[in-house]
């Protein structure tokens, strides 16, 4: 008995060495892809901005009535390129990153969201549902929030490609047992889609897993480690109540800082 415990427990360590070695591969062949993505991407980016930059400069005064609505939005949507990109080599080099991190409304920033993918939720006649309920601001940088929301969001359109209802909640989450007043955030995304099967469930956030055939598999991935490292994370199932699946984030609002300190 004392025997098959003691090649069990091997057994058990040799499957997690095993783990640890298929992450550490994937680690390896996602920051040389980062790198490759990074110079790739960077140099046509310059010169989007160039241009954009030229073309208010050609316009002169003609530029103002465009500048506070399309010009504006070319700059964000170029910047959140940028964001993407670095976020990549972010994620495979984790412990060089120290961003930028403040207080943040959650429910301004899943407004914010919606408002860059309307077009698209419009065109797909997605009925959008809103109840932003939470109080707690955790301590996160905005931009890499809202990358993660903007994932969520379009998976869940993705997942409604006849229309339906999507809807976001937002509501404070009850001290941990045993934390004292430690207390977060809760963001759920449910769509209106197929759902999830159990070995969907099972992969979906593994690198380079996607469902569909346009899709690089990368999202969720690189979203679990944004929020991980605000001593946060993301979950999903399916609805209780309908057909569909519910995507939910959840933030300590006194999670640790990305250089370790505490709020």
């Known amino acids: ?9 091997t057994n058990d360590a040799l499957r997690q060495t095993q783990q640890q070695l298929v992450r550490s591969e994937k680690l390896a062949v996602m920051g040389q892809l980062a790198a490759s993505v990074a110079h790739e991407v960077n140099n046509p980016i310059a010169v989007m901005q160039g241009n ?4 208010r400069e050609t316009l002169g ?7 506070e609505v399309e010009l504006k939005l070319l700059d964000e949507q170029i910047e959140r390129i940028r ?8 994620h495979a080099r984790p412990g060089e990153y120290a961003g930028y991190v403040d207080a943040v409304d959650v429910n301004e920033a899943v407004k914010a969201c919606l408002l860059l993918i309307n077009r698209k939720l419009s065109q797909q006649q997605i009925a959008v549902v809103l109840e932003l309920q ?13 990358q993660v929301l903007i994932n969520l969001l379009m998976n869940a359109a993705n997942a409604m490609p006849a229309g339906g209802e999507l809807t976001i909640r937002t509501r404070d989450l009850p001290p941990p047992p045993g934390e ?6 809760a963001i759920e995304v449910q769509d209106a889609g197929m759902g999830l099967t159990d070995d969907v469930k099972a992969k979906l956030f593994q690198p380079f897993f996607t469902t569909r055939p346009d899709g690089h598999g990368l ?17 999903a199932d399916n609805r209780l109540d309908a057909q569909g699946a ?5 933030l300590r609002t006194d999670a640790l800082m990305p250089n370790g300190e505490s709020r």
């Open 1 to 9: 008995t004392e025997r098959t415990r003691e090649l069990a427990a």
């Open 52 to 55: 954009l930059d030229l073309l």
């Open 61 to 67: 005064p003609a530029a103002a009535k465009h500048s």
């Open 83 to 90: 964001m993407i990109v670095q976020q990549l080599l972010q």
């Open 134 to 146: 939470a109080t707690g601001q955790p301590d996160i940088n905005r931009h890499e929030l809202e």
């Open 180 to 185: 004292g007043d430690s207390t977060g955030v």
């Open 219 to 235: 999202g969720l991935w690189i979203s679990l480690g944004l929020l991980e490292r605000y001593g946060g994370g993301i979950g």
């Open 246 to 250: 519910v995507f939910t984030v959840t």
